[in-house]
């Protein structure tokens, strides 16, 4: 009995530390967003001056143009929102393209933008049925450090997000070009707060990404070349939200 309490006040505490780093997550996609947005509201504002004093054409053209910027905008705030709202959404059957465009869009800044190739090979029919936000949560921090990793090392940089199923498991794959990690590195990666970035890494991104994956009967590995490039894979059963039959013993 005693035993069951502290394990309902471990999962209470991990479901704590998930929710905390979710929103630490966004709050470091923030600068980049807020970036992003005064790259898009310039020309909205200078479309919407263009439609107050040209003629049809012009009127026309500016009008779409400055739609365009709006709903980009409109769309970057609905993801970021999405993600920073807490995970009481119901486990719901989720097509795995939208899933990842979403949270593509959730970091506001177009990858290509930092000279960065992304090639996502996803089956387009391809769904799970689980916690949407979960997923999109470690998938942030997998693109993050991604990121991180080929600016870092600069020359040709290439992300790729590809999945494929295999029967009842589906394997999601984010592959880098970038830094690589030694194998010392490699030891503690998962580890809490174990950290390479001086100024803004916490070193919980991959506790916690591994941690929710595991939640969802998945698992979370990792291959890697040093000065080559990183691949991540997640594993997750087809129906990852179902919870698995409780095997504790009741004394
Ligand atoms: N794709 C990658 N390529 C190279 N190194 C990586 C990659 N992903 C993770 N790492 C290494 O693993 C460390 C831990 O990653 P983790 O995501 O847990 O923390 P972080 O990125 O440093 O900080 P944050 O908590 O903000 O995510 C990183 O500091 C980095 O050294
Ligand atoms: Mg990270």
Not at 98 to 106: K, N
Not at 117 to 133: D, S, W
Not at 199 to 213: A, C, E, F, H, R
């Amino acid at each position: 009995m005693r035993s069951s309490r502290l394990e309902d006040e471990v999962r209470s505490l991990q479901a704590q530390l998930a929710r905390a780093q979710r929103l630490a997550t966004v709050g470091a996609v923030t600068a980049m967003v807020a970036h992003e947005f005064n790259n898009i509201l310039t020309p909205v504002l200078n479309y919407a001056q263009m439609a107050q004093q040209g003629d049809a054409t012009m009127r026309e053209k500016a009008i779409r143009h400055a739609l365009e910027g709006s709903q980009r905008a409109t769309a970057i705030c609905q993801a970021l929102l999405d993600i920073a709202r807490n995970n009481h959404q119901p486990i719901r059957k989720v097509n795995l393209t939208t899933l990842v465009e979403e949270t593509l869009t959730t970091m506001g800044r177009d990858l290509k933008k930092d000279g960065i190739t992304l090639i996502t090979k996803i089956p387009a029919k391809l769904t799970l049925t689980l916690h949407a936000v979960k997923l999109k949560q470690v998938l942030l921090n997998l693109i993050l450090n991604a990121r991180d990793a080929v600016l870092e090392k600069g020359g040709e940089k290439k992300i790729s997000i590809s999945a494929v199923r295999n029967n009842d498991i589906i394997r999601i794959r984010v592959a880098d070009t970038g830094t690589g990690i030694s194998p010392e590195n490699m030891k503690q990666i998962f580890e809490p707060f174990f950290t390479t970035k001086q100024d803004n890494g916490t070193g919980l991104g991959l506790t916690i990404s591994k941690q929710i994956v595991e939640s969802m009967q998945g698992r979370l590995t990792v291959r890697s070349q040093q000065g080559k490039g990183t691949v991540f894979t997640i594993s997750l059963p087809l129906r990852a939200g179902r919870k698995k039959k409780s095997s504790r013993r009741q004394d």
